[in-house]
């Protein structure tokens, strides 16, 4: 009966060291910004879950579409309305991995380069992404940024010829986390 | 002539004013004041979080109104540019589940000073819920 406790105390502990370096936040920031001839565009979202699994590099967003701030209120509708189509896909997703994870220690404070990949959903279609980011480690933070862009035509976004000049085809993402140590 | 040019001006006048009236009122209109605006629905803190996250269909009536909500905040989290009011009733993945409101920086202050032990109510825009939470925007803090 002992011995049955204390397998059972191992494979708890087991269990929760491997899972147990979970890193998260609710106040992501991600924003974009568009710039075309005729119109710079740029939408904030402060409002953005994450986490980061520090052990496996499993890293993981989930962002709500109508929690992005325009400057003007007639771009955002058009923006909810038109192009992502928020009613229909309230959220975007992006699930996938920091594939270099073994070369950052989590331990040590300083700046290292974060190589992640995975797959990205907007208005319901998913794509392989890959990007370059960094993480800052701090004694009680990971401060995690990434800059990336993505063409609107690989999501099925379709813009209007009459407001194609203010729209641009590409579209920069801007990521910038406070990740905090999950307290069970 | 004199008359068509006559209409022709006046024709232009109204292009101009209908060209006026389309930069200041369609395409730069402000956003919404929703520091002003009546609530459409006044609903407990607790109530709401239940319908979304129970996926009741009554929750779909919220979405992209004026909503007030009522409880007891269960803390206050600031970051870099904003300030939000967490009512966390459950916990998941990302940690605290519930409802975050992301309050307009005028209420920054206010916000900061509310007492964790009083009911309070705040009104803002609802922008749905992310699997998580119920995220209302815009938010203002309502006297009572």
Same mark, same amino acid.
């Not at chain 1, 105390?9 to 979970?22: D, S, V």
């Not at chain 2, 609903?43 to 979304?52: F, L, M, R």
């Not at chain 2, 989290?77 to 009733?89: G, L, N, P, Q």
């Given at each position: 009966?002992?011995?049955?406790?204390?397998?059972?105390?191992i494979?708890i502990?087991?269990?929760?060291?491997?899972?147990?370096?979970?890193?998260?936040?609710?106040?992501g920031?991600?924003?974009?910004?568009?710039?075309?001839?005729?119109?710079?565009?740029e939408?904030?979202?402060?409002?953005?879950?994450s986490?980061?699994?520090?052990?496996?590099?499993?890293?993981?967003?989930?962002v709500l579409?109508?929690?992005?701030?325009?400057?003007?209120?007639?771009?955002?509708?058009?923006?909810?309305?038109?192009?992502?189509?928020?009613?229909?896909?309230?959220?975007?997703?992006?699930?996938?991995?920091?594939?270099n $994870?073994? #070369?950052?220690?989590?331990?040590?404070? /300083?700046?290292?380069?974060?190589? +992640? &990949?995975? !797959?990205?959903? @907007?208005?319901?279609?998913?794509?392989?992404?890959?990007a370059?980011?960094?993480?800052?480690?701090h004694?009680?933070?990971i401060?995690?940024?990434?800059?990336?862009?993505?063409? $609107?035509? #690989?999501?099925?976004?379709?813009?209007? /010829?009459?407001?194609?000049?203010? +729209? &641009?085809? !590409?579209?920069? @993402?801007?990521?910038?986390?406070k990740?905090?140590?999950?307290k069970? | 002539?004199?008359?068509?040019?006559?209409?022709?001006?006046?024709?232009?006048?109204?292009?101009?004013?209908?060209?006026?009236?389309?930069w200041?009122?369609?395409?730069?209109?402000?956003?919404?004041?929703y520091?002003?605006?009546?609530a459409d629905?006044?609903?407990?803190?607790?109530?709401?979080?239940?319908?979304?996250?129970?996926?009741?269909?009554?929750?779909?009536?919220y979405?992209?109104?004026v909503?007030q909500i009522?409880?007891?905040?269960?803390?206050?989290?600031?970051?870099?540019s904003?300030v939000?009011?967490?009512?966390?009733?459950?916990?998941g993945?990302?940690g605290?589940?519930?409802i975050?409101?992301t309050?307009?920086?005028?209420?920054?202050?206010?916000t900061?000073s509310?007492?964790?032990?009083?009911?309070?109510?705040?009104k803002?825009?609802?922008?749905?819920?992310n699997?998580?939470?119920?995220?209302?925007?815009?938010?203002?803090?309502?006297?009572?």
């Amino acid at each position: 009966m002992k011995t049955l406790k204390l397998t059972i105390a191992i494979l708890i502990l087991a269990a929760t060291t491997t899972y147990g370096q979970r890193y998260i936040t609710k106040t992501g920031h991600i924003w974009f910004h568009s710039e075309a001839p005729l119109e710079t565009i740029e939408a904030h979202n402060n409002q953005v879950n994450s986490a980061l699994d520090l052990t496996t590099g499993a890293f993981v967003f989930k962002v709500l579409m109508k929690s992005f701030i325009f400057e003007k209120a007639l771009m955002q509708e058009h923006f909810n309305e038109n192009y992502v189509e928020s009613d229909k896909f309230p959220n975007a997703t992006f699930q996938g991995k920091v594939t270099n $994870i073994d #070369d950052i220690d989590f331990q040590k404070e /300083g700046s290292y380069d974060a190589e +992640i &990949s995975g !797959e990205l959903t @907007i208005h319901g279609i998913t794509n392989k992404v890959d990007a370059n980011g960094t993480f800052d480690v701090h004694p009680d933070m990971i401060a995690g940024t990434s800059k990336f862009t993505l063409l $609107i035509a #690989d999501y099925n976004i379709s813009i209007p /010829g009459a407001v194609a000049g203010k +729209i &641009s085809e !590409e579209i920069e @993402i801007n990521v910038d986390l406070k990740l905090k140590e999950l307290k069970k | 002539m004199k008359k068509l040019l006559k209409i022709g001006a006046g024709l232009a006048v109204l292009g101009l004013l209908a060209a006026v009236y389309i930069w200041f009122f369609v395409y730069n209109k402000p956003h919404r004041d929703y520091e002003k605006a009546d609530a459409d629905f006044i609903v407990s803190a607790e109530k709401i979080y239940n319908q979304y996250s129970g996926g009741d269909s009554q929750s779909k009536k919220y979405l992209d109104k004026v909503i007030q909500i009522e409880g007891i905040p269960s803390y206050i989290e600031s970051t870099d540019s904003t300030v939000i009011v967490v009512f966390a009733f459950s916990s998941g993945m990302f940690g605290d589940e519930g409802i975050r409101c992301t309050m307009l920086p005028n209420q920054f202050d206010r916000t900061r000073s509310l007492s964790l032990s009083e009911n309070i109510s705040i009104k803002g825009y609802c922008a749905g819920y992310n699997g998580t939470d119920v995220i209302l925007e815009h938010c203002s803090l309502v006297n009572n």
